[in-house]
């Protein structure tokens, strides 16, 4: 558990908006979003450069629940275990040893900025899950990050090829504040499924609600389908 303890006031905010916003969709259908080809990304799916709802923003705002964890890479680890043969646990030597990716995606928060056009570099999901060996029983994938926030995916969700484990972005380390020394990134999905200090790996036989997940956010949280909240 964290030393310190959560933002009780963010939370709070954001529990209202989820309750407001429940069930509202501003109006966008996947017709729309097909009327204006696209471009770039291949989380932008070939259609217009924004989901419905969102606006793009130049910088990259930070969110989190008010703390904010400074791992050392020295000890750093990576712990991924559940319905697997061989749960592990990494090192950062290990980590930036195995096979390195980089990739571009836009990044969509649901409180509805977009960061686009990011340059990613970090191991892909799918080669964590693999090393693993998974059961055929892990079809859920539940994600803990060292602040003590939680996520969770269907394992499908997982594997596509721009689901990573990123530690650097447009070049840079990746910056202490946006999760830094490594994140999980979901460009499919909104960014709250994307685990910022990723610390454990859990793959599960059922569904196990993350942090937002169980505070009214949508569990499938589509932003091509303005699906926010449940
Ligand atoms: N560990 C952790 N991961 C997290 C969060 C958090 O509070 N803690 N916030 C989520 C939310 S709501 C968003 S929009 C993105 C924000 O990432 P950023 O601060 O780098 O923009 O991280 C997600 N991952
Ligand atoms: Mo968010």
Redesign the pocket.
Known sequence: MPENSFNENIIKG?MRRAREKRGLLSGGTPADMHAVQGSGPANRHGMPKLPVGQREVPN??????G?V?NIPIDQWTLKVEGEVKHPYTLTWKDFTAMPQVKDTSD?????SWS?MDNEWEGVRFRTLAEKAGLKPSAQYVYI????????NLKLQECLDDDVLVVHHWNGIPL?R???GPA??ITPRK?????????KEIFFLDREQLG??ELRGYSNSAEPWFDDRYS
């Open positions: 954001k990259w705002p930070v969110l989190d629940l703390i964890p990044f969509h928060c649901v409180t960061r803990t990050g060292h602040d003590g926030y939680s996520t910056p504040e946006h999760g994140r999980m909104y960014a709250w499924k994307g685990s910022k200090w990723i942090f937002w």
